[in-house]
């Protein structure tokens, strides 16, 4: 049987390196519809506790964090990019400098 999507989901936010960030469309992309961007936010609001799955390297594209800077989300989300050595401009991670550069095959 093969996985569902959340599954797949899951293991590309897997390969995101520490210090590294990806965009929600990006890991939409590499499970194989760009237009499922939405669909890996539930995922990642699915995740069950204590999986270990790295969830707070997944931001939007301009690099803003889940909820925005201010909310107790971002601000947990941002701790944990940070403790990773991400940086950060104006309260966005400096995508430029610090998106994941994997490439769909």
């Not at 960030?21 to 539930?42: F, I, K």
């Not at 931001?59 to 909820?67: A, L, N, Q, T």
């Amino acid at each position: 049987m093969g996985k569902n999507t959340f599954e797949i989901i899951y293991d590309i936010v897997c390969q995101i390196p520490g210090g590294k960030a990806a965009s929600y469309g990006q890991v939409a992309e590499l499970a194989g519809n760009r237009r499922l961007a939405r669909v890996v936010g539930y995922a990642l609001h699915a995740i069950p506790p204590g999986s270990g799955i790295p969830w707070h390297r997944v931001v939007k594209k301009d690099g803003e964090v889940f909820g925005g800077a201010e909310s107790p989300g971002g601000r947990r989300q941002i701790e944990l990019l940070k403790g990773e050595g991400v940086g950060f401009k104006d309260g966005h991670v400096d995508m430029e400098k610090y998106q994941w550069e994997k490439r769909r095959f």
